[in-house]
């Protein structure tokens, strides 16, 4: 599997990328946090790690550690606009449920 972006995801990372001079790409991963266990991390990278899984779609680099890999691979990242708000949002099929406030997530493999 992988992980991919929407074509608004992309169009967003490359604005991005274009005003964050040094960046290689999209730093994509987790971090335990929350009641459910796991927030996603998502920043431009700087650097390239030697152990970074590359995903790469019209041109732009994601960036994945090894560790993250089993809780977000499949996920298919987008980039909506509500009014005012902005925000990418994450279409995970590794998830199987997330805390109340929706700021974290678990995966079946992390329930156990």
Do not use: H
């Amino acid at each position: 599997m992988a992980v991919t972006l929407s074509s608004n995801a992309l169009a967003r990372v490359r604005e991005y990328q274009a005003q964050t001079p040094g960046s290689i790409g999209l730093r994509f991963g987790v971090k335990k946090s929350g009641c459910s266990g796991w927030a996603y991390v998502i920043d431009m990278a700087q650097d390239r790690k030697p152990d970074d899984l590359v995903f790469v779609q019209e041109g732009i680099e994601v960036l994945v550690d090894p560790a993250s890999l089993p809780q977000v691979d499949g996920t298919e990242i987008d980039f909506v606009s509500q009014g005012l708000n902005q925000q990418f949002i994450f279409k995970n099929p590794r998830m199987a449920g997330e805390c109340g406030c929706g700021e974290s997530f678990t995966t079946e493999e992390s329930a156990l």
